[in-house]
């Protein structure tokens, strides 16, 4: 029988695990019988849905008692428990896995994208020391060269070796923290909201904020790709395996590189319209050219996994 450490609802602490547990009894219990209707997303967030659907079991449960608020030991959290477990209760979805351990597990994917992008580079650099240019060096690469991070044959030789360098560093860079995943952290809706506080957009699966402390968030967006799953997730069907590695190698690149404090995302109109410059700082470069490299795509821009394919 799962308690809450502490209180939960209108005027109350509202610790994310506290507010998960609430709103999977709510969800559980039977409309009939009080539980939530409609049906609750599970996001630790005790906004005016969930305080609402505690009062409307409160009034139905407590004979017309409501406060909209539970606490430890209490009444309503002992009847939630109760009604959660009879026959006419509501099955309610196992959780997803955490989201950094769930980014942890794609990292693996990224790291084969990370390797292919680094040693593409490191092998065009030498030779463009060697011929004065990327011209003639490998076709593949030369075309992901040109799609991902505007290196041409035009491209002047000095210019392009200071390029290279800077692509190569922070892939290098990327795959050490892909290695041990150490600044990944889950974050839930509330730290989240704090985050894209006065931001355009408001939620991500994930994101690096460009402020201390510096860390790699991931959050209960990031999950595997499924059909409709009512009362876990709270937007959206998740991604694909190559979606979540193509997010899994983007987010280092900001956390790495003081220059990537921007998006310019691989299937949006001026990805291809970016200066050299700064596309090497721009964080979806990188899955765009390891994984073109990794497939030794024939494509001009190659398979360019992210959010703009989230079924792959």
Known sequence: MPDIAH??????????????????????????????NPILQIDGWCGRSSIAAISRFQTIQLKGFSDGNIGPGHNTIKLLNAKATEADARPVPDPDPDPATQARQDAQKASIWGM???AA???VTGFVEKTGGVAGFDPIVETALAGHFHITSATPKAEALRLLRIIRLNFIADLSELA????????????????????????APGYTPFTAPRRMCWSAL????????????????????????????????????????FDTYEWGPDY????????????????????HIAEQSKLPLGPRYGAGRPQD
Request: with cysteine.
């Open 222 to 261: 990031f999950h595997p790709r499924r059909g409709p799953k009512p009362g876990l997730e709270w937007t959206g069907a998740g991604f694909g395996p190559l979606c979540r590695a193509a997010m899994v190698l983007h987010e280092p690149i900001h956390f790495v590189d003081p220059l990537a404090n």
């Open 121 to 123: 580079a490191a092998g």
């Open 116 to 118: 292919a992008g680094l």
């Open 180 to 203: 041990g995943g150490l600044h990944f952290r889950s974050v839930g809706r509330r730290e989240m909201n704090t985050d894209f506080a006065g931001a355009r957009i408001k939620e």
């Open 272 to 291: 291809t319209a970016l200066t050299a410059e700064r596309s090497t700082h721009n964080a979806s470069s990188y899955p765009s050219f390891g994984a």
């Open 7 to 36: 209180s939960v609802g209108q005027h109350a602490t509202n610790d994310d695990a506290d507010v998960v547990i609430v709103q999977r009894l709510l969800n559980a219990v039977s409309v009939a019988k009080g539980g939530a």
